[in-house]
């Protein structure tokens, strides 16, 4: 029937013809195109595959270079040792007449922080706290130098040669720098020779001419100004001898007096101002100094403040005198949110005065609102999560959602709360004369 009535109109049958033909070419044509398309996108996807593999292999090489880098700093820097053999973040040496306890953790990016402790004989200790400036390999490379020339100036140290004239060390350091030309790069450091017995000290500063020490008869930490002397690096040492030179000084610890090296990784901490919805804000007004602080830790118009020496101070007076520690952060997205550490339970120990440092700067740097979700992470030290699990009392609060990560692993890891990223190397070192 169908057949019939094309028959009986030829146009209308050769237009069927031709629609069919101009379909059946058009088939063809989509065919071969999406078999084009299919081969097209099946080389990018091989491309895609090739080209993360290639990243992956890549961003494991930096991340493995730079782990090897932090670890051979690690090497110079006084630490405790893992079961494994890893280095720690942390590690001490005491005896009935001194406590000396450091902290250092490297941040992303490789930096020049060191700092040692060296016992000379039964009396004395030699001690350096270095912070070379700038960031990577070069920086790395000056703090490794630096750290060899410690461990030769004083492997044959004795009372009479070189005795306590350490400057003679800090103008190798500084011929050693200017000598190799590394362009903008420079170090401050901190350099004592220490009586165990006595207490008597005798130090030599390039840059950082600041002390701190808690005093134990005044119950209250207090900078002590060095003579003021350049950076090691930037001028030749016979530049220097015409203006202030490297000097050494005297200082005496006494019972119970703790001495405290840091480098700017702590007191430069800083997190960032924010708003209910967790984004940065800047401030409208100066800083009112507050609360037994001496300097500003933020100006008008910026959108961070600093950890700052004043708190810092006021950390360690805490915990010497067992008492409570409430840190106030300007701007907080938590309106009014109390942060205390408890520490009327403390010994009064070098360990713990540099634990509560380093716990407090961290919680300094976190943050909570109702934008931390299951995919906001932050890692915790575990002897930092252990002390802060003792001591803040706001711990069950901020570390409520653990990640399970297994015991092996140094860290602990907590869900639906974030952190400002950490500024610089954070190296601390406290000296306690018993």
């Known amino acids: 029937m169908l057949k019939n009535s094309f028959s009986e109109d030829p146009y209308t ?8 033909k101009d379909l059946a070419r ?47 700093q690690k090497m110079y820097i006084p630490l405790e040792r893992d079961a494994s ?28 922080d060191y700092f040692n402790y ?20 070069p920086a790395a490379l000056i703090m490794v130098q630096v750290a060899t020339l410690f461990d030769s100036f ?62 134990s008869s005044q119950g209250r930490t207090a900078t002590i100004k060095l003579p003021e002397a350049p950076v090691v690096g930037v001028f030749p040492s016979e530049l220097v001898d015409t203006r202030s030179g490297f000097k ?41 100094k507050e609360n037994g602080a001496y300097e500003e830790i933020y100006f008008k118009g910026s959108d961070n403040e600093r950890l700052g020496v004043s708190r810092i101070h006021q950390i360690i007076n805490a915990v010497f005198n067992r008492e409570k520690f409430r840190l106030v952060k300007h701007y907080n997205p938590v309106p009014d949110e109390e942060l205390t550490f408890n520490f009327s339970n403390c010994k009064g120990s070098s360990e713990e005065a540099v634990l509560a440092l ?6 300094f740097r976190l943050y909570q609102g ?13 002897k930092i999560d252990e002390f802060l699990r003792i001591y803040f009392d706001q711990y069950r609060k901020y570390f409520a959602n653990p990640i399970e990560t297994g015991d092996k692993l140094p860290v602990k890891t907590y869900s639906h709360i974030k952190e400002d990223e950490q500024y610089d190397d954070l190296t601390v070192l406290g000296i306690r004369k018993r």
């Open 370 to 382: 109702s934008k931390a979700g299951r995919s906001d992470k932050v890692v915790v030290d575990k």
């Open 26 to 72: 058009v088939y063809k044509s989509e065919k071969e195109k999406r078999k084009e398309l299919e081969n097209v996108y099946q080389e990018l996807e091989k491309y895609a595959k090739d080209l993360a593999r290639v990243y992956k292999s890549e961003k494991e090489k930096r991340v493995d270079i730079e782990t090897a880098h932090q670890e051979v």
């Open 358 to 363: 380093v716990s407090v700067e961290k919680v």
């Open 154 to 215: 004083f492997r044959k140290w004795t009372i009479k040669n070189p005795g306590f004239r350490i400057n003679r060390l800090v103008y190798q350091i500084n011929d050693m720098l200017v000598e190799r030309g590394f362009k903008d790069k420079f170090a401050s450091l901190s350099l004592c020779i220490l009586n165990i017995e006595s207490g008597e000290g005798y130090y030599c500063n390039a840059g950082d001419n600041i002390l701190h020490v808690y005093s």
């Open 13 to 20: 049958l050769e237009q069927l013809k031709k629609y069919a």
């Open 118 to 137: 060296k016992r000379l004989d039964d009396k004395h200790y030699a001690v350096i706290k270095c912070d070379v400036a700038g960031k990577g390999v």
């Open 248 to 288: 050494t000084v005297s200082h005496k610890l006494n019972s119970g007096d703790t001495l405290f090296f840091f480098t700017d990784g702590l007191d430069e901490a800083r997190r960032y101002f924010r708003n209910s919805k967790l984004q940065i804000i800047t401030c409208n007004e100066a800083f009112s």
């Open 85 to 112: 053999g890893e280095k720690g973040t942390t590690g001490g040496e005491q005896n009935d007449q001194i406590e000396f306890f450091g902290y250092y953790k490297g941040a992303k990016v490789l930096s020049g």
